[in-house]
């Protein structure tokens, strides 16, 4: 079945730490994004890619880093900068004007 | 300024009855899209329903129906026949421009709706 796999679906992060959020898809999808979501709260766009090699800022994007060395791959890091990343984390993909297809998202907490 | 605004933080209704979600949406782009998506406690997004600028008819999926009043900037979501499983949040969305090929979508702040037995 085609779709999109984030892991871990529970992170920890100590404090100081880097951490990477994984997300794959297998649906061929040019465009993939990655949001945050608090408590209660509607979803904010980090970054996104239209293509490989290249992806911009979102709205909220200071104290993360994304790359895009394949197209299938769109892993997300939350640095020690990002001073409250405790959060659900969703990774979307889309093809042209079709709908976001979503990932099951990733828990990240603080310990 | 919001670009998306879901005035309905929490909406109740009887489970059978229909219900509506409000929608409206700020853009200076003649070709957009607007989305639906349901969000139950388990945390994954559901695509629910689409609606493109250009579409005269109003799209239909199901129990779910989108109110579309395009003078209004209105793209209201419509449930017929509510279920105890209809229980969730509700976002609304959209992507802007004819050339924003995977440009990003913008997301309301969502409704959250129970439906009582």
């Known amino acids: 079945d085609g779709g999109i796999t984030q892991s871990p679906k529970y992170l920890f992060r100590k404090e100081g730490q880097n951490v990477t959020l994984s997300c794959e898809q297998n649906?061929?999808?040019?465009?993939m994004y990655w949001y945050r979501q608090d408590p209660g709260q509607g979803l904010r766009l980090i970054y996104y890619?239209?293509?490989?090699?290249?992806?911009q800022k979102g709205d909220i994007a200071e104290g993360y880093s994304v790359s895009r060395e394949k197209k299938e791959s769109f892993p997300l890091t939350v640095t020690s900068a990002q001073k409250n990343p405790t959060a659900f984390y969703l990774c979307?993909?889309?093809?042209?004007?079709?709908?976001?297809?979503f990932g099951d998202g990733t828990r990240l907490s603080i310990l | 300024a919001q670009k998306i605004t879901q005035t309905q933080p929490g909406m109740f209704v009887q489970e059978k009855e229909a219900v509506t979600l409000d929608c409206t949406y700020d853009?200076?782009?003649?070709?957009?899209?607007l989305f639906w998506y349901k969000q139950p406690s388990s945390g994954e997004m559901i695509f629910l329903i689409y609606q493109g600028s250009y579409d005269e008819q109003n799209a239909t999926e199901g129990r779910y129906s989108l109110n579309f009043q395009k003078a209004r900037k209105s793209a209201n979501l419509v449930i017929s026949a509510s279920q105890l499983g209809d229980s969730a949040m509700y976002f609304c969305a959209m992507r802007e421009g004819a050339d924003n090929y995977g440009q990003n979508f913008v997301f309301g702040p969502g409704t959250r709706l129970s439906v009582l037995p």
């Open positions: 890619s239209q293509i490989v090699n290249d992806f």
């Open positions: 853009t200076s782009d003649q070709s957009y899209g």
């Open positions: 649906l061929n999808h040019d465009a």
């Open positions: 979307a993909s889309s093809l042209g004007y079709q709908p976001q297809h």
